[in-house]
C-alpha cells in the first residue's frame, strides 16, 4: 500500500443491507449567527443547546483562534504574493536525460497549461472571509452516526452485498464489483455509500429519486463505450474519495453537506467523457471545445451535463436543498471537478505546498477536497499491481483509439497515441515518479496538518484523541518489484 491510513476515524458504519457497525458515538457542534470581527470579538446571537457543553468555554476558544488568525492575516497574504511571484514549472527541473523526449512531452502537454493567461494573484490569497466560515461549518468536535431505516426499492444481490462488505479497503477491486452488479458498478455503490454516510435521510432524497438518477449516470458514462473513462473508472474514483473520507479521518472535519459534495462529485467527475483528451478537442475545433473556449473543455462538460441532469424531476436528488444549501454544494462540486483538469496538476501542488509551509490555523477546504478528488483520479499506480497494470492497458487503449483518429483527421499524433511507436513503461515511470509520488506526499501532508487543527481544539471537545493522533505516512515509492515489471515483459504490448 502507497498511502497508509492517518488514522482510522469512524470504522465501521450502519449499512442498510444490516451488516453488524462499530458505531462511534458522536455530536455534532452547531451554532448560527456568529458574525466574525477583525478584532477578534465574537458576537452570538443564538447558540443550539446541547446539553453538558460548556459553551463559554467554546467561544473562548473560537475567539482565541479568530485572534490567532487576525494575527496572521496580513503577513500570510505578504508571504503568498511573493510565493507566487516565483512560480515556476516544476517540469523544468526534470534532468533532460531523466526520461525519454516523448515521455517528457507528454508530461508537458497533460500536466501543465499550454496558453498564456493573464495571472490573477489575487484568486489565490487566503481570504478571511473563508477562514471565518471554515471555523463556523468546518470545525467539529464530535459527529453523530445516523442508522438509516429508509424502505429502498433497489434490492441488492447476494454477491454485491459480499463485495460491497471490502469497500473500505484502498485496494478494492472495481473490476469484481462490475462482474457482481452486470456492469452497474455506479448504482450499487453509490447507493450504498449515500446509505452509509447518512445522506438520503438527511437531505430527503427519494429512494426512487437516487436510483433513477445513478441509472442515467451510468448511462451517461456508457455513452462513448471509452475503455477506461467510463463507469468503471467513475465507481472507483468514487470508492477512492470514499477510503480517504472514512480511513484517514478526514470526514470529522467536514459537514454533511460538504461530505455530500464530495461524493457526488467524485461520481460525476468525468461524466459523459468523449475519451479524448482535452488537447484533441482543441486541435480539432470540437463544438465542446468551442462552447468552452479552449478551458478545461471536458471538466466544464461534466459539470454542466450532470447539473442538466440534475434539473430533471425524477433525476433530482438535491431538490430538497435550501437556496444557501445549493449554492454552496454547486460551488463545491464546481471547484472540484475543474480541478481534475490534468493542466491544473503543477499549480494546484504548488499552491497547496505553499499554504502548508504558511502554516495556517486551517485549511481552505475547497482547495483541500479538490486535490483529495485530484489524487484519487490519478491513484491507481499506488495500488495492487494487478489492478495498476489493468488500468494502464485500457487507458493505453484509448490513448491509441485517439491516435488513429487524429491520423484519420490528419493531425499529428498526440503524446502515446501512436499505437507503433509509444514507451509503455517508461511513460508510467515517469507518471509515477513525476505526478503521482508528490501528489501522495503533499495531499498526506496535508491531511496531518488537518488532524492537527482538529487536535488543537481544548481535550474535552475532541474527538477520542487515539482517533485522531497523526501516523506516519508512508509515500509513494516504486519498489524494485515494481520498477521491473514495468521495465520488461509485463507492459509488453501486442500490436
Request: charged content about 25%; hydrophobic content about 40%; glycine content about 4%.
Amino acid at each position: 500500500m502507497i498511502v497508509t491510513s492517518i488514522m482510522k476515524g469512524s470504522r465501521g458504519f450502519h449499512s442498510y443491507a444490516g451488516w453488524d457497525t462499530a458505531g462511534i458515538h458522536m455530536i455534532q457542534l452547531t451554532f448560527h449567527d456568529v458574525e466574525v470581527y477583525s478584532n477578534g470579538r465574537v458576537h452570538h446571537e443564538d447558540f443550539k443547546h446541547a446539553g453538558g457543553f460548556d459553551w463559554p468555554v467554546i467561544v473562548e476558544s473560537f475567539i482565541r483562534i479568530i485572534q490567532l488568525i487576525t494575527h496572521i492575516r496580513y503577513r500570510t497574504i505578504r508571504m503568498f504574493k511573493r510565493r507566487l511571484a516565483d512560480e515556476d514549472d516544476e517540469l523544468s527541473e526534470v534532468q533532460p536525460d531523466a526520461v525519454p523526449a516523448e515521455v517528457r512531452e507528454w508530461l508537458a502537454s497533460t500536466f501543465t497549461r499550454q496558453m498564456a493567461t493573464s495571472r490573477r494573484k489575487t484568486d489565490d490569497k487566503p481570504k478571511f472571509r473563508t477562514v471565518a466560515h471554515a471555523i463556523r461549518a468546518g470545525i467539529f468536535v464530535d459527529r453523530m452516526y445516523r442508522r438509516v431505516n429508509t424502505t429502498t426499492l433497489l434490492q441488492f444481490p447476494e454477491d454485491v452485498v459480499k463485495t460491497l462488505k471490502n469497500l473500505d479497503d484502498w485496494s478494492f477491486d472495481i473490476f469484481h464489483l462490475a462482474e457482481a452488479t452486470n456492469g452497474q458498478p455506479i448504482k450499487y455503490l453509490a447507493y450504498d455509500l449515500f446509505s452509509r454516510y447518512g445522506l438520503i435521510p438527511k437531505f430527503k432524497i427519494p429512494p426512487a429519486t437516487l436510483e433513477t438518477f445513478l441509472h442515467r449516470v451510468e448511462e451517461g458514462y456508457c455513452r462513448y463505450r471509452n475503455p477506461y473513462h467510463n463507469n468503471l473508472h467513475a465507481a472507483d474514483v468514487t470508492q477512492t474519495t470514499h477510503h480517504m473520507l472514512c480511513q484517514t479521518g478526514l470526514m470529522n472535519w467536514l459537514t454533511d453537506l460538504e461530505i455530500f459534495a464530495t461524493i457526488l462529485a467524485a461520481i460525476i467527475h468525468d461524466f459523459e467523457h468523449t475519451g479524448t483528451t482535452n488537447n484533441f478537442h482543441v486541435m480539432s475545433g470540437s463544438e465542446t471545445a468551442l462552447l468552452y473556449n479552449d478551458r478545461a473543455v471536458l471538466e466544464n462538460h461534466h459539470i454542466s451535463a450532470a447539473f442538466r441532469l440534475l434539473k430533471n424531476e425524477d433525476c433530482n436528488i438535491l431538490s430538497r436543498l435550501s437556496r444557501e444549501e445549493y449554492r454552496e454544494m454547486r460551488s463545491l462540486i464546481i471547484e472540484m471537478v475543474l480541478a481534475t483538469d490534468m493542466s491544473s496538476h503543477f499549480q494546484q501542488l504548488k499552491n497547496m505546498r505553499n499554504l502548508l509551509t504558511l502554516n495556517e490555523a486551517t485549511v481552505d477546504k475547497p482547495k483541500a477536497l479538490s486535490l483529495v478528488l485530484h489524487c484519487c483520479d490519478i491513484s491507481h499506480p499506488a495500488k495492487r499491481w494487478n489492478l495498476h497494470h489493468r488500468w494502464t492497458m485500457l487507458l493505453l487503449e484509448e490513448f491509441f483509439r485517439q491516435g488513429d483518429l487524429e491520423r484519420e483527421l490528419g493531425l499529428p499524433f498526440s503524446p502515446l497515441c501512436d499505437r507503433n511507436n509509444t514507451l509503455v513503461a517508461e511513460s508510467q515511470i515517469g507518471f509515477i515518479d513525476f505526478i503521482v509520488d508528490p501528489s501522495m506526499t503533499i495531499m498526506s501532508d496535508m491531511l496531518e496538518h488537518i488532524l492537527s487543527i482538529i487536535n488543537m481544539l481544548p481535550p474535552e471537545y475532541r474527538i477520542e484523541s487515539k482517533k485522531l493522533k497523526p501516523k506516519l505516512v508512508k509515500t509513494l515509492k516504486i519498489s524494485k518489484r515494481r520498477r521491473s515489471k514495468l521495465q520488461h515483459k509485463h507492459f509488453l504490448i501486442t500490436l
